[in-house]
């Protein structure tokens, strides 16, 4: 039976370091602020909100939520980002998504000045994180690593397999772990819901991380003997025995996965708290002009 990884706890300690942080801040007259975005009243995206804003409330991060009405245009929206890229009292700034039909994701994100980007979702983010020197590490994949880091899994000269590709997730959670680092150094293979015989690269790998958005993507008979499963997805599945009719479930099927892996994360209590925590980590970096992290490039 795998050792059970819990992301709340985990996710607990690194808020009580940024609250230490944030207390040092404040001595020095630095009040760190989150700024969030919301448009419409999505249910999903009004709960991911409350969370964050609860989050920041626990640390000391001042947290302000400016909601939008559903039929707001791109040009109000994007002035909204402008006001608060002008505020120098807003060290982050995050768009909530999804927005509503009509309206332009990817340039509301680009909108976002690189200095406030704490989901480091603007290309020049991305860019400086591709090159080894990230202004601000992406949340979800940062709070993968830490898992890992934390949890006392070893990343340098493992095979890890990644299935999922996002923008978001995959892509720049590859670029992390191949980095010339204590964090990285490991050999990575970005595979998804299309690859060809995907248990033949499971199979094989030391550390699986799931985040193709799809519940059942791995099971049990996928993995080898010990190896180290990090699910990132969230699923709501149907199940009339819940009193919301529905419950969240991973990319993994737990149940199997869990008596062959060494170490596995749960949906929820794993990866989700940590992206959070991560986020608030990357308001507190945005308060005290980011610099690069001592990561290094090179083959």
């Known amino acids: 039976m795998a050792y059970i990884i819990d992301g709340k706890k985990l996710a607990a300690e690194i808020k009580q370091e940024v609250a230490q942080e944030v207390q040092g801040l404040m001595g020095k007259g630095i009040e760190p602020h989150l700024a969030v975005i919301i448009v419409g009243s999505d249910p999903a995206s009004q709960v991911y909100v409350r969370n964050k804003h609860k989050a920041?409330?626990?640390?000391?991060?001042?947290?302000?939520?400016?909601?939008?009405?559903?039929?707001?245009?791109?040009?109000?929206?994007?002035?909204?980002?402008?006001?608060?890229?002008?505020?120098?009292?807003?060290?982050?700034?995050?768009v909530q998504s999804p927005l509503p039909k009509g309206l332009d994701e990817q340039e509301a994100f680009q909108s976002i000045s690189p200095l406030k980007d704490v989901d480091c979702f603007h290309p020049e983010n991305v860019g400086l994180l591709t090159q080894g020197r990230p202004r601000f590490l992406p949340c979800t994949p940062a709070g993968v690593v830490e898992i890992l880091v934390r949890t006392g899994i070893e990343i340098p000269g493992k095979y890890i397999v990644i299935v999922g590709r996002s923008n978001i997730v995959g892509r720049?959670?590859?670029?992390?772990?191949?980095?010339?680092?204590?964090?990285?150094?490991?050999?990575v293979t970005i595979c998804h819901t299309r690859t060809r015989g995907l248990s033949y690269y499971t199979k094989q790998a030391d550390i699986v991380i799931a985040a193709a958005g799809s519940p059942g993507t791995i099971?049990?008979?996928?993995?080898?003997?010990?190896?180290?499963?990090?699910?990132?997805?969230?699923?709501?599945?149907?199940?009339?025995?819940?009193?919301?009719?529905?419950?969240?479930?991973?990319?993994?099927?737990?149940?199997?996965?869990?008596?062959?892996?060494?170490?596995?994360?749960?949906?929820?209590?794993?990866?989700?708290?940590?992206?959070?925590?991560?986020?608030?980590?990357?308001?507190?970096?945005?308060?005290?002009?980011?610099?690069?992290?001592?990561?290094?490039?090179?083959?």
Do not use: Y
């Open 56 to 94: 920041c409330q626990e640390v000391g991060v001042r947290s302000s939520i400016i909601e939008l009405s559903e039929n707001t245009t791109q040009s109000v929206l994007l002035a909204r980002i402008e006001e608060l890229n002008t505020d120098k009292a807003v060290h982050g700034i995050l």
């Open 172 to 187: 720049p959670l590859a670029n992390m772990l191949t980095q010339k680092s204590d964090r990285g150094n490991a050999t």
């Open 219 to 299: 099971i049990g008979e996928m993995l080898n003997n010990n190896c180290v499963v990090v699910d990132v997805g969230v699923n709501r599945v149907e199940d009339p025995a819940a009193k919301s009719g529905f419950r969240l479930v991973g990319d993994v099927d737990f149940e199997s996965a869990e008596l062959v892996a060494s170490h596995i994360t749960p949906v929820p209590g794993g990866v989700g708290p940590m992206t959070i925590a991560m986020l608030l980590r990357n308001c507190v970096k945005a308060a005290t002009s980011p610099v690069s992290p001592p990561w290094q490039g090179g083959d």
